[in-house]
């Protein structure tokens, strides 16, 4: 029921063109569902998030974009960037008296080619 | 603006040995603080998180401990280290009652 299901593993995709990861869960009590960029040797740094009262978030070249009933939710990066490079983490939480739990995915490593 | 930092950056610790890693964060008070550990090529799982000084909850048994000594501290120690225990730790604080959580730099720990 904790779970956060992440695809792909890894991802090639040229300069200019579009990259997509996307997640899957299953505890519909989840309502917080950040994208963390990951350069290595680095702390998560948030990208963008959402919440499912809203189907799409857009951040500049980062889109969320959230399916409520099929309980995915997918970035996308438009125009990427060899800057981009980076491992993506999806992420999904509900907020308790204890703080707001984060459950990840297992991660997307992003290579962007000239 | 706030800062989270944590040290040391890398450790190179013998089976059996002690741990001590720090974190700390400035410009907040009374924060939600977290300690997370992430394998080689894998996603980060929660260990300890705290909501206030000396308020720990474990998120999975295991030879570590954490402890909270003041607001904005948050220590994760060990007293005998095993081969398993190597990774990336992160420690991350968020404002009571939002989502966000913000990550430090993590510390490299390898066991020997």
């Known amino acids: 029921q904790q779970q956060v299901k992440q695809s792909p593993q890894s991802l090639i995709v040229q300069k200019g063109g579009i990259s997509i990861i996307n997640c899957a869960y299953e505890?519909?009590?989840?309502?917080?569902f950040p994208w963390y960029q990951q350069f290595p040797g680095k702390g998560p740094a948030l990208l963008i998030a959402?919440?499912?009262?809203?189907s799409e978030k857009k951040e500049g070249r980062f889109t969320i974009s959230f399916n409520k009933s099929a309980k995915q939710f997918s970035l996308h990066i438009m125009d990427s960037q060899p800057g981009d490079s980076a491992t993506y983490f999806c992420?999904?939480?509900?907020?308790?008296?204890?703080?707001?739990?984060?459950?990840f995915g297992t991660g997307t490593q992003l290579k962007v080619e000239l | 603006s706030q800062t989270i930092h944590q040290w040391p950056a890398t450790l190179v610790q013998p089976v059996g040995s002690p741990l001590s890693l720090e974190c700390t964060v400035e410009?907040?008070?009374?924060?939600?603080l977290y300690w997370y550990r992430q394998a080689a090529g894998r996603g980060l799982q929660l260990l300890f998180y705290?909501?206030?000084?000396?308020?720990i909850s474990s998120e999975v048994p295991q030879n570590l401990s954490a402890s909270r000594p003041q607001d904005r501290q948050f220590i994760l120690s060990s007293k005998k280290l095993l081969l398993s225990d190597s990774g990336f730790y992160l420690c991350?604080?968020?404002?009571?009652?939002?989502?966000?959580?913000?990550f430090g730099p993590g510390t490299r720990l390898t066991v020997l």
């Open positions: 991350a604080w968020s404002a009571p009652g939002t989502d966000t959580q913000y």
């Open positions: 505890n519909t009590a989840f309502d917080y």
């Open positions: 959402i919440r499912p009262d809203v």
């Open positions: 410009g907040t008070s009374n924060p939600n």
């Open positions: 992420a999904a939480s509900m907020l308790t008296g204890g703080g707001n739990k984060l459950t």
């Open positions: 705290s909501v206030g000084i000396g308020q």
